[in-house]
């Protein structure tokens, strides 16, 4: 009798312990991207982002960053668009291995108008850009942030119609809080 | 503008850190901080399932891969053009398999070497692949095909098609070309050249 009851927990922990392992293993997979690098499913970014990049786009938000001058060595600009929905998103690839240097971001007597018109006055959604994000590269090549707000949100912001914790809110992404504290640490 | 500038820092903070003071360094700390925790459900969400629940959120977290994808491809791609490597342009496509602009490009690169049929193959998949897409993309495919193959007019003019197969399918594909043109814009011209092009297809011997 005693003997059933102890197999029967012995069933009952190794039942536990193998739902504990599956998930951990699920979560594992899911933060190493085991089941793309095993192909056995295509990234949503390459699925969402499968169309050409827009490079004209690409290249006029280039110029507006310049106009107001921008150090922009170590700064790219991509707009990919969205298969199979409206709309394209602007990324703003920030890259300190690349040069870029954030101490030294905007120079004295830029031309704000034409990233002013891009950003406040509907210059965005002339362009069919509907989202923007940023992703900051340290100095090991190591992506620190990458952030991602709606152009909607930010022409809402820009134009005091949501406050900055409405906004901060609708600021998606990912943070790597260690790396970022290393970043500023001196 | 001021707005403008604080949106833009907010969202970009990451480039103020390197050199700010302690106040400054705790300020961004902070924010990140309160960010977090402003979103924790979407991170912890996003951290256990691999998914936002937004597909244009996750699709963004991922797109560092696709960006470095694009320049490999690019600098592939412009290889394969500058040598005459069909290799190196089937790699390009490898890499990026949805951009109908390499497809159209190893299109051409392919009926400039005689393989017509297999020509046609990938004008046909990038076709499919651009009115998958919808929007502008299919205008956009027609506008990259009539660039790659009105490029390769010279050289045909000078030395003639290698077989009638080559001379149907260049006209051919460029009628097609422009008759989507006309469809996308109602412009006569277009029509006008795709029926040109259509009788010179018909013409090929």
């Known amino acids: ?186 | 503008m001021r707005k403008l500038m604080v949106a833009l820092a907010m969202v970009i903070l990451m480039s103020l850190v390197t050199g700010c003071d302690a106040e400054g360094r705790q300020f961004i700390i902070d924010l990140a901080l309160s960010w977090a925790a402003e979103n924790a459900v979407s991170i912890g969400a996003y951290t256990l399932l691999g998914s936002s629940g937004n597909a244009e959120v996750d699709a963004v977290m991922g797109a560092r891969d696709v960006i470095n994808n694009i320049n490999e491809a690019d600098r592939l791609m412009e290889e394969g053009r500058q040598e005459n490597d069909l290799s190196k342009m089937e790699d390009a496509i490898e890499k990026r398999p949805g951009d109908y602009t390499y497809r159209v490009s190893y299109g051409a690169a392919l009926l400039k070497a005689g393989r017509s049929s297999d020509a046609e193959g990938q004008f046909t998949a990038a076709e499919d692949a651009a009115k998958a897409y919808g929007g502008e993309h299919e205008q956009l495919w027609a506008i990259e095909g009539i660039d790659n193959l009105g490029a390769l007019r010279p050289e045909f003019e000078k030395n003639g098609f290698v077989d009638a197969q080559q001379c149907q399918a260049y006209y051919g594909q460029l009628a097609h070309f422009y008759r989507v043109r006309y469809s996308g814009t109602q412009q006569a011209y277009f029509q006008t050249q795709a029926d040109q092009y259509e009788s010179l297809a018909q013409a090929c011997k």
């Open chain 1, 1 to 186: 009798m005693e003997k059933t009851k102890r197999r029967k927990g012995y069933w009952g922990c190794g039942i536990v312990l193998l739902v504990l392992l599956l998930l951990v293993g699920w979560v594992a997979a899911i933060h190493w991207g085991v089941l793309e690098k095993l192909g056995l499913r295509q990234p949503i970014s390459e699925q969402v982002f499968a169309p050409p990049p827009d490079r004209e786009t690409s290249t006029a938000l280039m110029g507006a960053l310049q106009q107001a001058g921008m150090n922009t060595r170590g700064v790219e600009v991509y707009v990919l668009p969205m298969a199979g929905q409206e709309g394209s998103v602007a990324i703003l690839t920030l890259d300190t291995s690349q040069g870029f240097d954030p101490e030294r971001l905007f120079s004295d007597g830029g031309n704000w108008d034409a990233l002013e018109h891009i950003i406040e006055q509907g210059g965005l959604q002339d362009l069919n850009v509907t989202r923007l994000a940023f992703d900051y590269v340290d100095q090991n090549g190591k992506s620190i942030a990458t952030l991602t707000v709606s152009a909607e949100a930010v022409r809402q912001f820009s134009q005091e119609e949501i406050d900055e914790k409405e906004f901060i809110g609708q600021v998606m992404g990912r943070i790597d809080i260690p790396g970022l504290i290393r970043e500023v640490t001196p």
